[in-house]
Every structure is written in C-alpha cells, then in structure tokens.
C-alpha cells in the first residue's frame, strides 16, 4: 500500500474549502471585468531563464527548477507578473494598448511554510500594461479597494509609497550601489524590528545614513505630513514625488481615503518594481501579512523586447486572505451547494426522477438524483449530512398522474401531488431564499 502522503506546504481541498475559494473568484472576476480587465493564462512551466533573477536573490533560491525529458532547463512560475511580462513581449503586436488583464492561477516557491504562506498557492493578478500615468497608478488602487469591498472584507489598510522616492534618497546619502541590499533590509522592518534594521544599514553605510533612512520610512501623524518628510530627506522635489502626491489627492478624492495610508517603509522585496508600490492589511490581524500587494514595474518587459512596455498592477494572495479571514471568523458562509434532492423509490421511477430533475435545473435549481433505490431513511440521513433543504419524491402513482411530492426537509412539511409544470414555482414559494441565488448561479449566505 503506497502511503496518501503529500509534500509540505501543499494542500488538498476539501469541498466547503473549496467552494469558498471558487466563490471569491468568482466575486473578484466580476469586479476586474467592471474595470475593462480580461482574462489571460499562461503556463505553469517556463524556461528558467524567463524567471531566475527577476524576483531578486531569495526569491531565485524558492524557485522550483528541475531539467524535463527534453533535456531542457525548465521552471514552475514563482508568480503570474513575471510570466506576464514575457506574455506582453511575445504578444504585444495581438493585443491593444493600454492592456488590462487578470490572471487566477496557482505558483510556487519552496519556502518556508506558516500560517497563511504555503509553497503551493493562488494569486489573483490585475495589471495595466502600455502605459504610464497617474491614472493608471490610482486605478489599480482603486480596483484594490472595491475588490475588498466586494469580498465584504472590512478593516482593511492600503499603505503605498514609491520606490522612485526611496532611490533619491539612496542616491543623496551616496549608497545607490546598495540599493538591493537596502530595500531587501527594510522590507523585513515587521519581522525583525527596528533596531536590527539600523544594525544593518549602518554594516551597509554608516550611522547617519542608516539614521536618515529610518527617519524616511516612519510614517507620520497623516500621509501630507509623511509625504513632505520624504520629500525633504530625498533631497527635494522631483517626478516620484509628484506621482506620489498625485496618487494620493485622487484617493483623498475617493470613498477609501480614510483607508489609504502612506507608509514608506513599504519597498516590497521583488527587484522588478520601480514606481509607486502597495500593500494591503486586515487591520484585525496585520500580523498575518500583506494579503494583496503590487507596484509599478516600467522595466520588466524590457528584459525579453525593446518595446516599450511599462506596467503596474497587484495581486491579491488569496490562500493568505482565507487564513485570515478564517482566524477573524469571517469566512463567507454559503447555501448548499444541492438545493434539491430527488429521492429514488423505486428503478421504475428513474425517467420521472431525471425528467423533473432536468426540468428544475433548467430553471436554475441545483438538482440531485439519488443514485439507486434505497429505503428513504437511509436517502434522509444522506440529505441531512449534506445539508440539502427540499426534497422530491417520485413513486409509480405520482410518475402515472405526472405529479411529484414535495418535502421540506428542515421542517418536514410535506406538500402532494403538485403538477410537474407547477414544481419550481412551488420551490420558489416555499423557499425564497435559495431560489433567487439558483436563478442567477449564487450562494446565498455571501
């Protein structure tokens, strides 16, 4: 007998898991097509030249690599914004410009696992490609923000900066040599604190240096305070400042301004950002995590054509919002996934089951035949373990006269010989709460 073992840091689904995480896709893809995003894939698999050095160091270090049949020297995608780039470049010439898409899908990254991080995951990408504006900055600003409001997730707090401004600086106090390094340090200042954040920048540059950055990345009492704090210690104005400032007024403008925050120890640890950057908390539990985080990357395509394609965009860690919402008992709670089951009296019946069945989920009811003839308790205990609420029942008086029998199992209410034609209404009468989300392919509950 072979051991049902999986790896460490995967998952299998179970179904009510399953369902939740379907259902808040499907609530995120509706948001991103309200904004003009379509869809796009791309493969699991790309060649390891495509990803290795685009995330940065440790990144390179997670990425699954191995050489496939053909001898080639392949990869699992580490995220979806890399692939995408090299998509843009292969696909540029197909598709109009500005380009909006969004991507659903799983990656990988062999690292450490814990509460929320798995190597196995799905990210929920939305991007802006060809284009480089304030607006499209604020849009995917934004699209964060009404997606979470969509989700019905509350508490939440975008934190932006800019990565351009953070440069300046780096490039006023001498050390833009270090500016991996640096970014990599203070993008850790929630795991490791302060102090060792200033024991590195200093083995980095020196005591004042490493005191004017910490200065830079303390946000102040609002985001004008903080903003005109990292515009003196970068060295003054200049075109990172104004987008920043930019972002800001539209969000000011907006119904989240009261959730926007400049925090400018916000870098993100991928190497490809070079503009305005985002990261996203549930205020409740910050401790989890950013649960959705992005940036502006004008360079990346650069990397696989000379066409000039520059991008912004985010992504929403959906595996680590679950385990959030979880730990904070907001998981959304979903209706049954059968609403009907029609029960099996008798084999004779079976073509009066599957007619009825057929005709009710035409009409938008999500139906279930019992597979065989069993006693109805035993097709009871199966229905209330699943937690199917409405019942049909179908014997040989019933299937000669073109009728069925209704039954509603959470009350045990049993209504007779209702013409077939007549049997979804009769649903819809006795159980309004199910049949409006049937009809239009919901979960109530959500």
């Known amino acids: 007998m072979i051991e ?18 379907l259902r808040l896709q499907d609530i995120l893809q509706r948001v991103f097509r309200s904004y003009g995003f379509v869809p796009i894939d791309t493969p699991l698999l790309e060649y390891t030249e495509i990803l290795l050095g685009k995330g940065g160091g ?23 914004t890399v692939p995408f780039a090299r998509f843009m470049a292969a696909h540029y010439s197909e598709l109009p410009l500005p380009f909006k898409r969004f991507h659903m899908a799983k990656v990988f990254r062999g690292e450490n696992t814990q509460r929320g991080r798995y190597r196995e995951f799905t990210q929920c990408d939305f991007d802006i490609v060809g284009v480089d504006s304030v607006s499209a900055d604020f849009e995917i600003l934004n699209l964060m923000a009404d997606s979470f409001a969509a989700l019905g997730t509350t508490g939440i707090s ?21 500016t991996t390094e640096v970014l990599r340090l203070v993008d850790k200042l929630r795991k490791i604190g302060a102090d060792k954040v200033r024991e590195g920048l200093i083995a980095l540059a020196d005591d004042q240096a490493a005191e004017d950055i910490l200065a830079f990345i303390q946000p102040l009492d609002n985001n004008q305070a903080t903003l005109e704090n990292m515009i003196r210690l970068a060295g003054g104005e200049s075109a990172a400042a104004a987008r920043l400032r930019g972002v800001l007024e ?13 925090d400018p120890s916000i870098t993100r640890g991928l190497d490809y950002y070079t503009g305005i950057v985002f990261e996203t908390f549930l205020s409740d539990l910050p401790q989890i995590g950013s649960v959705c985080s992005g940036g502006r990357y004008n360079d990346l395509a650069g990397l ?12 929403i860690g959906l595996d680590r919002l679950l385990a959030g919402l979880d730990e904070l008992s907001r998981l959304p709670q979903l209706g049954p996934e059968t609403q009907v089951l029609v029960f099996c009296l008798q084999e004779d019946c079976l073509s009066a089951c599957h007619r009825v069945a057929g005709l009710l989920r035409a009409d938008g009811w999500r139906v279930e035949v019992y597979p065989e003839a069993k006693k109805l308790p035993k097709q009871f205990a199966f ?4 937690g199917i609420p409405l019942g049909i029942i179908i014997g040989p008086e019933e299937q000669e006269a073109g009728t ?4 509603d199992l959470r009350t045990r209410e049993t209504i007779d010989g209702i013409p077939v034609a007549h049997i979804s209404h009769q649903l819809r009468e006795l159980a309004p709460e199910f049949s409006v989300s049937a009809r239009h392919g919901g979960d109530s509950g959500l």
């Open 158 to 178: 975008l934190r932006v900066s800019h990565r351009g401004l953070f440069n300046q600086l780096l490039d006023r106090l001498g050390i833009a040599g270090e």
């Open 404 to 407: 069925a029998n209704l039954k």
């Open 304 to 315: 696989y054509t000379k066409q000039l394609l520059p991008g912004v965009g985010a992504s």
């Open 250 to 262: 539209l969000a000011t403008e907006s119904s989240m301004a009261a959730d926007v925050v400049l």
């Open 383 to 386: 229905a209330e373990k699943r």
């Open 4 to 21: 049902p073992r999986i790896l460490k840091g995967f998952r299998d689904m179970l179904p009510q898991d399953e369902r939740i995480r």
């Open 58 to 80: 440790e990144t390179d270090k997670q990425i699954y690599r191995f050489e496939d049949h053909g001898g080639r020297d392949v990869a699992l995608r580490f995220d979806l």
